[in-house]
């Protein structure tokens, strides 16, 4: 296990989510998962990366018509972002609150729509910021650091 | 207990994963029907117990290393669904007793938890 890829080409990847793509998502975490255990990154961190990767695809393909996953590995940290085109969020505070929640009853049957999903990601980022304006879209850029002095305290 | 324990504990059907797989041991069992709650919570190596069978159980139950998942109520997911446990080494069952009665039997055995 390494804290550091200084030595690794860096990595990008990329997916494409279409609207009520729900079943992409729990692909692409799989992929980058499988792609970070080759790269011999510490479990937890890639739990973490996986868990973010998992929920804002998700969240592309529940709110958004059309979007992309982007992870970029670099030397000391994972950067995920995704890029929407869609109804966007109208109150970004209100949208982080656990239990809040606009998904429809069909993605709640399917397990998910509990208002976690950008919680989540909040909790396994170590630096999160998104960007939205209502009926154009959403970005969102997550980053997790995997060298030991930065390393997420809440993890 | 091992994982044939377990299956007969809970009277379930095997619906994917050979004897090899069902000698493995769990100590760790987590119930829930919500996805994020999976992601969350699930330790590695633990038996995951829900009522969902979509996709995403297999995805969440992969990322999140879990040992194997048993879906309650006689609930049995699609064909590609187990073929994906299949590929993914993750043993799936099936069982008509609901989570409650699940978890109860699994506690007088001595599995817990995973956040004790």
Do not use: W
Not at chain 2, 99 to 113: H, M, P, S, V
């Amino acid at each position: 296990m390494v804290d550091s890829l200084a030595y690794t080409p860096q990595i990008t990847l990329d997916f494409e989510i279409g609207e009520k793509d729900f079943f992409v998502a729990g692909e692409c975490a799989s992929r980058v998962k499988k792609t970070l255990q080759q790269l011999g990154l510490k479990q937890d961190v890639i739990k973490r990366i996986a868990i973010i990767i998992y929920e804002a695809a998700m969240n592309v393909a529940i709110h958004a018509t059309s979007g992309r996953l982007v992870v970029h590995v670099e030397p000391d940290a994972i950067t995920i972002r995704t890029e929407d085109v869609g109804a966007g969020i109208e109150d970004i505070d209100l949208a982080m609150k656990e239990g809040y929640s606009t998904a429809s009853y069909e993605i709640r049957e399917m397990g998910f729509g509990a208002g976690m999903g950008l919680s989540n990601i909040k909790q396994c980022s170590d630096d999160l910021n998104i960007e939205s304006r209502v009926g154009v879209g959403t970005t969102l850029n997550a980053r997790v650091f995997f060298r030991d002095e930065r390393r997420h305290e809440g993890a | 207990m091992t994982l044939q324990e377990v299956q007969e504990l809970l009277e379930a059907q095997v619906l994917c994963g050979n004897d090899e797989c069902l000698k493995r041991s769990v100590r760790v069992c987590f119930a829930c029907d919500l996805i994020s709650e999976m992601l969350l919570y699930l330790k590695p190596q633990s038996l995951l117990i829900t009522s969902l069978t979509n996709a995403h159980v297999i995805h969440a139950a992969q990322v999140m290393d879990a040992k194997a998942v048993l879906f309650v109520g006689g609930r049995r997911p699609d064909e590609s669904v187990v073929r994906s446990g299949e590929s993914n080494k993750i043993p799936l069952f099936t069982t008509m007793l609901l989570t409650f009665d699940c978890c109860g039997r699994l506690y007088e055995k001595g599995i817990r938890g995973d956040k004790q």
